[in-house]
């Protein structure tokens, strides 16, 4: 609906959403900022990952849109975070790598979909890890496995 919104306010604009290009996305990203994205160049990694990276999910055929690809990531990025079970996996999962490795033990956003069974990949990780409390270490935000819990 944003997107919509965003869109029906160009008055040069004549297209419709499905038909919306990378670049036209990126656009609407940078300007709404959804994924708590923490950068213009997070949120062009995260498009280019989703437009380019094989994954079930947002990869339905090879002559995909990118809108299309774009909508069923979004789709599967909400479902994360409505599914009760999905939750309690989540919560599980940290609470094993705290007993394994310490509460002080941190991870990268690199290295979170590692942690989750439910988060299979970095993309579908990005959104989860910039919503939760980090700290930058060597100029790469981390986060401590005591503040997930």
């Known amino acids: 609906d944003d997107m919509t919104e965003y869109f029906d306010r160009k008055p040069d604009f004549n297209k419709q ?32 990952s989703i437009q380019f990276e094989k994954d079930e999910v947002w990869e339905a055929d090879d002559d995909d849109s990118p809108f299309g690809k774009f909508s069923r990531y979004m789709k599967e990025v909400q479902s994360l975070f409505q599914d009760t079970r999905t939750i309690k996996n989540m919560i599980r999962d940290v609470s094993t790598a705290i007993v394994e ?49």
């Open 17 to 48: 959403l499905k038909d919306l290009e990378t670049d036209e996305i990126l656009e609407v990203l940078n300007i709404l900022q959804p994924l708590k994205c923490s950068s213009a160049a997070q949120r062009k990694a995260l498009l280019n």
């Open 101 to 149: 490795r310490g509460a002080a033990a941190s991870v990268f956003l690199d290295q979170i979909h590692f942690l989750f069974e439910d988060i299979r990949n970095v993309p579908l990780a990005t959104p989860f890890f910039n919503s939760m409390r980090t700290e930058q270490k060597r100029g790469e935000s981390k986060v401590e496995l005591w503040t997930i819990r």
